[in-house]
């Protein structure tokens, strides 16, 4: 007996329970309603793709032949065997440590300095700001700047100086590719990031510093940390967000400026090595490894990114 | 800072609180040193565009041009019209794919954005983070599989094939909910109580509210489909963007050094007017708006 009053107890309980979630899911039908048509396609087109993805991982896939299980392989290969990985993995951390929070910082000042102008001063800077994110063609102007002979603009203003006596092939030089890299991508920062605080900075009530200002708040560098700052939160963390995509998965400069492979794999990282296995040897079980790993990386940095931002302004 | 607290008592009636002129002329001075900087891609795109095929293969290359010329551009308008399927063709396929593509975008988002910000309901978090998640992860991996889906869906070789997973990019919407997440919730509580449904508080309400972020958003999402090759999904020349004839254009190698010069102008100067809309426009809302809850 008392073991069925337990269990009928028990049976009361969670149909009780799914009672209220069913309740609550149809009393939530707009809100489904409205996310439908984003999320039938986002699972489609995304979801769908990246688990996918994370299945071929564990096999051998050329593109050609059907797909063949091998378990952890791949992974294996990858941390044990795959000595190029391990540079790139090394190059890539170096470069989202320092291009990562400075790119972000970056983003931040000029956002806030292009607000304190108005009118069409302040469309035309953001403009000249956004630019090298908008033309598409900004390594032209680095080619430009880097080429190794004297003619070259870097070259030529450090010959002239008397700094350096003979051209140096800065992309061709191991010890120069990767800090190279990370002034162009410092330069190529003011990006997704930079537009969103550019409108966050719109979206702060005015009446706040008013407030602030009675409350003694003195200068504009402490506005910016106890009124601006904390009332765009949500652009700060979506602009973190878009900061760690671009630094973990920073490629282009470095084939465009270094080339894939450059030189003993001085520009390599992780996104060039997985293109490598991508795109030329269409070894896409373990390109898709590569992936994952990265994946896994940028989820545990957003952790911890999204831990620290929530202090900003106490 | 007392000076500076002087400044402000002396001058009530400066625009803005809190400001000081050391400040400003720093911030100035700043500015102007990084912006030359930044401005470089713009003013070589614009100087290569005028400059005369003798100048293009000058060595060593200046930055400016000497003896600006219109030539590239009319080599280009030639090499335009000696196209087998007519350039006005590649500008409507373009139209219709970028313009698809943002707007569907902005809509799909900002509606989905709405109750991810705003109402309680089951699945909420998990929903969010896995849109958040989706950006992280490699779309050189994820594009295979993502070949395979249109494919099975036979919407390959359509518009539909590179406008439809534009409207769920994950950018878009986690943009939009934090801008949402911003407005007081007294906003919307005052409408439904005037008995507006959810969707007219979503549209006349929320839209307008959070129009710098669309407008942002927008941005984003022009320069992507812009840049839209669509080569990967559409086989029949007839669908394929101006993004794709330009680069054929392109692709003809020294020849038509000059006419490439002219395409780079092009495809930079179209994302640039549209940007400069949206941005002009970002300002003015805030400015007329005024006063929010």
Redesign the interface.
């Known amino acids: 007996m008392a073991v069925e009053q337990q269990i009928s107890a028990e049976a009361m309980e969670i149909a009780a329970k799914q009672k209220k979630l069913g309740y609550q899911i149809k009393r939530s039908r707009v809100s489904y309603a409205m996310l439908a048509p984003y999320f039938i396609l986002f699972f489609l087109f995304t979801v769908l793709p990246v688990v996918i993805s994370i299945i071929l991982s564990f096999s051998y896939f050329n593109m050609l032949e059907m797909p063949t299980f091998v378990g952890w392989k791949n992974y294996i290969k990858l941390f044990l065997e795959d000595d190029i990985f391990r540079i790139a993995l090394k190059n890539t951390l170096l470069f989202a440590v320092i291009t990562g929070p400075l790119s972000y910082i970056l983003c931040l000042l000029f956002a806030w300095i292009i607000n304190e102008f108005s009118g069409k001063l302040r469309a035309f800077l953001t403009l000249i700001f956004y630019a090298p994110s908008i033309c598409g063609n900004a390594y032209m102007v680095w080619n430009l700047i880097l080429t190794g002979d004297r003619y070259g603009y870097l070259n030529g203003i450090l010959i002239k100086l008397g700094i350096l006596d003979e051209a140096i092939l800065w992309m061709k030089t191991e010890k120069y590719v990767l800090p190279v890299l990370i002034v162009v991508q410092l330069w190529l920062s003011l990006g997704t990031g930079f537009l969103s605080f550019i409108a966050g900075l719109q979206t702060v009530d005015k009446s706040l510093y008013e407030a602030a200002a009675l409350d003694g708040v003195k200068n504009r560098w402490q506005e910016l940390w106890y009124v601006t700052l904390p009332a765009m939160k949500p652009q700060l963390m979506f602009g973190a967000v878009m900061q760690i995509t671009q630094s973990f998965a920073v490629a282009d400069i470095s084939i465009q400026l270094a080339g894939n492979p450059s030189v003993n794999y001085a520009g390599a990282t992780v996104v060039t090595h997985l293109l490598d296995y991508g795109s030329t040897r269409f070894e896409m079980g373990y390109a898709s490894a590569i992936a994952t790993v990265l994946f896994l990386l940028m989820i545990g940095t957003n952790k911890l990114v999204q831990k620290m931002l929530r202090r900003v302004g106490e | 800072?007392s000076k500076?607290?002087k400044l402000f008592h002396r001058k009530p009636k400066a625009?803005?609180?809190?400001?000081?002129v050391a400040?400003?002329g720093l911030?100035f001075g700043?500015?102007f040193i990084?912006?030359i900087?930044?401005?470089?891609?713009?003013v070589?795109?614009v100087n290569n565009a005028l400059k005369p095929l003798d100048e293009i293969f000058q060595?060593?290359?200046k930055?400016f041009v000497r003896n600006p010329t219109l030539e590239n551009f009319s080599d280009l308008f030639v090499l335009m019209n000696n196209s087998w399927v007519p350039f006005s063709r590649y500008i409507l396929n373009t139209l219709i794919i970028t313009g698809g593509g943002m707007v569907g975008h902005v809509i799909?988002?900002s509606?989905?954005a709405?109750?991810?910000a705003k109402?309680?309901?089951?699945g909420k978090n998990i929903?969010f983070s896995?849109?958040?998640?989706?950006?992280?992860?490699?779309w050189?991996?994820?594009?295979?599989?993502?070949y395979?889906?249109i494919s099975w869906?036979h919407i390959n070789n359509t518009y539909a094939a590179l406008i439809?997973?534009a409207?769920?990019f994950?950018?878009g919407?986690?943009?939009m909910k934090?801008?949402m997440?911003?407005l007081p919730d007294s906003l919307m509580e005052s409408a439904r109580l005037d008995g507006a449904?959810?969707?007219k508080i979503?549209w006349s309400i929320v839209m307008p509210n959070?129009k710098?972020?669309w407008?942002?958003l927008a941005?984003?999402q022009f320069?992507q489909m812009w840049?839209n090759t669509g080569s990967l999904f559409l086989r029949n020349e007839e669908l394929k963007p101006l993004q794709y004839a330009l680069q054929q254009i392109t692709a003809g190698g020294t020849a038509r050094a000059g006419a490439a010069a002219a395409v780079?102008f092009i495809?930079?100067a179209v994302?640039?007017a549209f940007?400069?809309i949206c941005?002009?426009n970002?300002?003015e809302?805030?400015t007329t708006s005024g006063m929010?809850d």
């Open positions: 800072m500076e607290k625009k803005k609180l809190n400001r000081s400040g400003n911030l700043l500015m990084c912006g900087f930044m401005a470089l891609p713009l070589m795109i060595f060593p290359p930055i799909c988002a509606l989905a709405y109750p991810l109402h309680k309901f089951p929903l896995m849109v958040v998640l989706s950006m992280m992860f490699s050189t991996v994820t594009q295979i599989p993502q395979l889906i869906l439809l997973p409207f769920s994950g950018m919407l986690y943009l934090q801008f997440e911003q449904s959810e969707w979503f959070v710098p972020a407008l942002t941005i984003f320069q840049g780079t495809v930079a994302p640039i940007f400069l941005q002009s970002v300002i809302t805030m929010k």
